[in-house]
Nanobody, 122 residues
Framework: QVQLVESGGGLVQAGGSLRLSCAAS????????MGWHRQAPGKQRELVAR???????NYADSVKGRFTISRDNAKNTVYLQMNSLKPEDTAVYYC????????????????WGQGTQVTVSS
């Protein structure tokens, strides 16, 4: 019913930048919140950043001041601008949207992207 397609991952040197994108498609009525999570090998998945429908944002302490989340509601797309990358940012990054479908208005559902690898070399 809803597909999330991520792009923008890759290999970058420490101090570099990457921009991740996640486009949602399907029978979407609205997207309440859009976010990015990451999972490093041997670690639990953690929230990196989230943005609500009114533009409010929150970030993990480890990325504050370096990462910026934004969204384009017309395109159902969320972005994550990552600057000053560190080796400890290496992980698979997943987008997560809280979506209300046209067929079930008022019922929020959680959808995940397939993940995109970000590798930061020292």
């Amino acid at each position: 019913q809803v597909q999330l397609v991520e792009s923008g991952g890759g290999l970058v040197q420490a101090g570099g930048s990457l921009r991740l994108s996640c486009a949602a498609s399907g029978s979407i009525f609205s997207i309440n919140a859009m976010g990015w999570h990451r999972q490093a090998p041997g670690k639990q998945r953690e929230l990196v950043a989230r943005i609500t429908s009114d533009g409010s944002t929150n970030y993990a302490d480890s990325v504050k001041g370096r990462f910026t989340i934004s969204r384009d509601n017309a395109k159902n797309t969320v972005y994550l601008q990552m600057n000053s990358l560190k080796p400890e940012d290496t992980a698979v990054y997943y987008c997560n949207d809280i979506v209300v479908l046209k067929i079930t208005p008022g019922v929020p559902r959680s959808y995940w992207g397939q993940g995109t690898q970000v590798t930061v070399s020292s």
